[in-house]
């Protein structure tokens, strides 16, 4: 053939410039570009053989990757059907599409699509090459080996050439700004990425063994690939250790998966692939991007979002689906209908599997349920038909590790725990050993607790107060145990108002300030019994705190501090000493105090009464100020109470040894506190 030159076929002046600056940001795909041709093109060869149009010997496929830093090359090397100079014509030289202008404005943010959408795989050569050549021969009889070079313009040659067998060498001359691509190590690691489950045994040097006090290379090619990776085999063969060495292989550095489901379905799209359950404690957001998504064993992502459920992006695992295309972008993979089948058809599976898991080894999925809750936990939350497909295996376990199903539990509780108004009242702590006293108070009621200590259990329980009926959580700490299931209305103190406040007072004035908490004191008569102090925390405003590190917008919660209140059990004979004591050292100093305060707010009152029946312009400037002055009054001999009562409470012993028994019983007393309390407690026994 006479040498041919020509220009290839665009309509701009110069499409390389273009592919270099909106490809760029994903340079290094080019290897996986250039080995997956090299892939398809011995594909097409074994596909020719066996329909017994190509009679030659295939022999060894094996596709070779070389550097040659000193020529400054990488070259993939393949002996499939290879190419006439007709062929390179077609395939090589026509781009074809038109509207370049268009081209840019669509994609020029979108490197991936550029590739998928024109079919310039080929060309992604050119984001690290200021040279390319094709060195090719047809398999066909007596077909003449032809050279294409082109130095990246739309300028290209095509010359015979001496190459013996059949297949392509395709030679890229790095450029100078993309030197890293002839370096081992890197290209190591990019075919490690993208290659190593391609379909054709992909080869990069020879491997090398320890002789003589040093590495030393073999006559054996070090093939980087496993071309029948286990997805592509048949479930039938497969032992639970083959899963598992498969698994080490996917993650080194990872515990033994809980179990795994081996995907395969023909119908109404193609899937295979893998999907493993791995143990997670907690820290949702490091175990993300694990799925490797595959299209005919080439590795395309493991951003995953999209084309799995958003909970499903937790499992480990790969899948493989030849009808999602290489080079897709973002947006393409959400919109897309075999996308969207693909994640039904995933969800479903898994669900499938759990269930069938929980139905025939119900003990052996109780003992997962603690890795397996996350999953599960996140499906319902994120996933409205996920909760419908789980709540009948998703789990409750109680503090002393029993398990249940929702509508077992319900069943267990629903005589013991049902309020007043019909409520069914679901208990729970979510730390046993801080809770323990709390836990064991309601169990001596008879009543059940679950224990709920997972990253997603707050807004779980959210969710299910609202898909249960008549039923609310309640944590066992956030209130005293006859409150947290009324069973009849609360039975009121015997105490007299001025007691009850003078009581208060005491407590209240003892109690050490804890950064970012807030004591509200009340009196309450629980029983002789009970503890005479008992600190519990609103229900209410804790799951709000908890709720805003899941949820933006609700920070202001995660800023406000805890507000506990202090219960003062007027039943306990404890209590009771103390108001003795109280009313008997107090009762001189504060008489005076009382009588004027009784009688500024009866003046008060007065004031207010007379002052209310005019309007607001026909009270004089005397009036306002008699009247402020009398609020001020009544304010200072109250201050005066809470100071009589204060220095009283400062020197007794035993409030502060009940404030502090009820800080300590819930992990708040520390630092000088706690030694205080201590150094009182060894006095009090002398």
Same mark, same amino acid.
């Given at each position: 053939? &006479?040498?041919?030159?020509?220009?290839?076929?665009?309509?701009?002046?110069?499409?390389?410039?273009?592919?270099?600056?909106?490809?760029?940001?994903?340079?290094?795909?080019?290897?996986?570009?250039?080995?997956?041709?090299?892939?398809?093109?011995?594909?097409?060869?074994?596909?020719?053989?066996?329909?017994?149009?190509?009679?030659?010997?295939?022999?060894?496929?094996?596709?070779?990757?070389?550097?040659?830093?000193?020529?400054?090359?990488?070259?993939?090397?393949?002996?499939?059907?290879?190419?006439?100079?007709?062929?390179?014509?077609?395939?090589?030289?026509?781009?074809?599409?038109?509207?370049?202008?268009?081209?840019? !404005?669509?994609?020029?943010? @979108?490197?991936?699509?550029?590739?998928?959408?024109?079919?310039?795989?080929?060309? =992604?050569?050119?984001?690290?090459?200021?040279?390319?050549?094709?060195?090719?021969?047809?398999?066909?009889?007596?077909? &003449?080996?032809?050279?294409?070079?082109?130095?990246?313009?739309?300028?290209?040659?095509?010359?015979?050439?001496?190459?013996?067998?059949?297949?392509?060498?395709?030679?890229?001359?790095?450029?100078?700004?993309?030197?890293?691509?002839?370096?081992?190590?890197?290209?190591?690691?990019?075919?490690?990425?993208?290659?190593?489950?391609?379909?054709?045994?992909?080869?990069?040097?020879?491997?090398?063994?320890?002789?003589?006090?040093?590495?030393?290379?073999?006559?054996?090619?070090?093939?980087?690939?496993?071309?029948?990776?286990?997805?592509?085999?048949?479930? =039938?063969?497969?032992?639970?250790?083959?899963?598992?060495?498969?698994?080490?292989?996917?993650?080194?550095?990872? !515990?033994?998966?809980?179990?795994?489901?081996?995907?395969?379905?023909?119908?109404?799209? @193609?899937?295979?692939?893998?999907?493993?359950?791995?143990?997670?404690?907690?820290?949702?957001?490091?175990?993300?991007?694990?799925?490797?998504?595959?299209?005919?064993?080439?590795?395309?992502?493991?951003?995953?979002?999209?084309?799995?459920?958003?909970?499903?992006?937790?499992?480990?695992?790969?899948?493989?689906?030849?009808?999602?295309?290489?080079?897709?972008?973002?947006?393409?993979?959400?919109?897309?209908?075999?996308?969207?089948?693909?994640?039904?058809?995933?969800?479903?599976?898994?669900?499938?599997?759990?269930?069938?898991?929980?139905?025939?080894?119900?003990?052996?999925?109780? =003992?997962?349920?603690?890795?397996?809750?996350?999953?599960?936990?996140?499906?319902?939350?994120?996933?409205?038909?996920?909760?419908?497909?789980?709540?009948?295996?998703?789990?409750?376990?109680?503090?002393?590790?029993?398990?249940?199903?929702?509508?077992?539990?319900?069943?267990?509780?629903?005589?013991?725990?049902?309020?007043?108004?019909?409520?069914?009242?679901?208990?729970?702590?979510?730390?046993?050993?801080?809770?323990?006293?709390?836990?064991?108070?309601?169990?001596?009621?008879?009543?059940?607790?679950?224990?709920?200590?997972?990253?997603?259990?707050?807004?779980?329980?959210?969710?299910?107060?609202?898909?249960?009926?008549?039923?609310?959580?309640?944590?066992?700490?956030?209130?005293?145990?006859?409150?947290?299931?009324?069973?009849?209305?609360?039975?009121?103190?015997?105490?007299?108002?001025?007691?009850?406040?003078?009581?208060?007072?005491?407590?209240?004035?003892?109690?050490?300030?804890?950064?970012?908490?807030?004591?509200?004191?009340?009196? &309450?008569?629980?029983?002789?019994? =009970?503890?005479?102090?008992?600190?519990?925390?609103?229900?209410?405003?804790?799951?709000?705190?908890?709720?805003?590190?899941?949820?933006?917008?609700?920070?202001?919660?995660?800023?406000?501090?805890?507000?506990?209140?202090?219960?003062?059990?007027?039943?306990?004979?404890?209590?009771?000493?103390?108001?003795?004591?109280?009313?008997?050292?107090?009762?001189?100093?504060?008489?005076?105090?009382?009588?004027?305060?009784?009688?500024?707010?009866?003046?008060?009152?007065?004031?207010?009464?007379?002052?209310?029946?005019?309007?607001?312009?026909?009270?004089?400037?005397?009036?306002? !100020?008699?009247?402020?002055?009398?609020?001020?009054?009544?304010?200072?001999?109250?201050?005066?109470?809470?100071?009589?009562?204060?220095?009283?409470?400062?020197?007794?012993?035993?409030?502060?040894?009940?404030?502090?028994?009820?800080?300590? &019983?819930?992990?708040?007393?520390?630092?000088?506190?706690?030694?205080?309390?201590?150094?009182?407690?060894?006095?009090?026994?002398?």
């Amino acid at each position: 053939m &006479q040498k041919q030159k020509g220009n290839i076929g665009v309509t701009t002046e110069n499409i390389f410039p273009v592919i270099k600056k909106f490809l760029y940001s994903d340079n290094e795909i080019f290897l996986r570009e250039m080995i997956s041709n090299a892939v398809d093109a011995t594909q097409k060869l074994k596909t020719l053989k066996e329909k017994g149009d190509f009679k030659g010997e295939l022999g060894d496929l094996t596709v070779q990757v070389k550097l040659d830093k000193k020529k400054g090359t990488l070259t993939i090397s393949d002996r499939g059907i290879g190419m006439t100079a007709e062929e390179i014509d077609k395939y090589i030289n026509q781009i074809a599409f038109s509207g370049v202008n268009d081209f840019l !404005d669509k994609y020029k943010d @979108n490197a991936n699509a550029i590739i998928g959408h024109f079919g310039l795989g080929f060309y =992604s050569a050119f984001m690290v090459s200021k040279k390319v050549e094709i060195v090719t021969r047809s398999y066909r009889d007596d077909a &003449q080996a032809v050279k294409w070079s082109c130095d990246g313009s739309p300028e290209f040659e095509i010359v015979e050439a001496k190459k013996e067998d059949r297949g392509s060498d395709i030679i890229l001359y790095i450029d100078d700004d993309c030197k890293e691509f002839l370096e081992k190590e890197k290209i190591e690691g990019l075919l490690n990425k993208y290659c190593k489950f391609m379909s054709v045994p992909v080869a990069f040097g020879k491997k090398s063994e320890w002789k003589d006090g040093k590495m030393v290379d073999t006559d054996e090619d070090n093939i980087i690939n496993d071309s029948e990776p286990m997805w592509t085999k048949a479930p =039938s063969t497969l032992k639970d250790e083959d899963y598992k060495e498969f698994y080490r292989k996917l993650y080194p550095m990872h !515990d033994e998966p809980l179990f795994w489901i081996h995907l395969n379905v023909d119908f109404p799209f @193609n899937l295979t692939g893998i999907l493993y359950f791995p143990r997670i404690k907690s820290n949702i957001e490091l175990q993300r991007n694990k799925i490797q998504l595959y299209c005919n064993q080439v590795f395309v992502t493991d951003q995953v979002e999209g084309i799995v459920p958003e909970f499903l992006t937790l499992l480990h695992g790969v899948i493989d689906s030849p009808d999602i295309p290489l080079n897709v972008s973002r947006s393409y993979l959400q919109s897309d209908a075999n996308v969207k089948k693909i994640s039904t058809y995933i969800t479903k599976k898994v669900a499938d599997r759990l269930n069938s898991i929980f139905k025939s080894d119900r003990k052996d999925y109780e =003992s997962k349920w603690d890795d397996l809750k996350i999953f599960i936990n996140y499906g319902m939350l994120s996933q409205e038909d996920f909760y419908d497909r789980a709540k009948d295996f998703s789990l409750m376990k109680d503090t002393e590790g029993k398990y249940f199903t929702f509508e077992e539990y319900r069943t267990l509780i629903k005589d013991t725990q049902t309020d007043k108004d019909g409520q069914l009242v679901y208990l729970y702590a979510t730390n046993t050993e801080e809770q323990y006293a709390y836990i064991e108070s309601a169990k001596s009621k008879g009543y059940s607790v679950l224990l709920l200590d997972g990253d997603l259990d707050v807004p779980m329980v959210s969710m299910l107060e609202q898909k249960f009926e008549k039923s609310r959580f309640t944590r066992v700490d956030s209130d005293v145990i006859d409150r947290l299931i009324m069973m009849e209305d609360r039975k009121k103190t015997e105490l007299s108002a001025d007691e009850t406040d003078n009581l208060s007072q005491a407590f209240k004035s003892q109690i050490p300030a804890i950064e970012k908490a807030d004591f509200y004191v009340e009196v &309450q008569p629980l029983g002789e019994t =009970s503890q005479p102090v008992i600190i519990t925390q609103s229900e209410y405003m804790r799951r709000m705190k908890d709720v805003s590190r899941f949820q933006s917008g609700m920070a202001f919660y995660a800023q406000m501090p805890d507000s506990y209140s202090m219960v003062l059990n007027s039943d306990h004979p404890l209590i009771k000493k103390v108001l003795e004591d109280e009313n008997a050292q107090c009762a001189e100093a504060l008489k005076p105090v009382l009588s004027e305060i009784k009688g500024q707010e009866a003046r008060l009152a007065v004031l207010r009464q007379e002052q209310g029946k005019k309007k607001s312009e026909e009270v004089t400037q005397e009036e306002k !100020d008699d009247l402020a002055a009398t609020e001020k009054a009544v304010n200072d001999q109250k201050d005066k109470k809470k100071q009589i009562i204060s220095d009283y409470a400062k020197g007794n012993d035993v409030i502060h040894q009940l404030i502090d028994l009820a800080l300590l &019983q819930n992990g708040m007393l520390k630092g000088a506190g706690l030694a205080a309390f201590l150094k009182r407690s060894v006095e009090l026994i002398k």
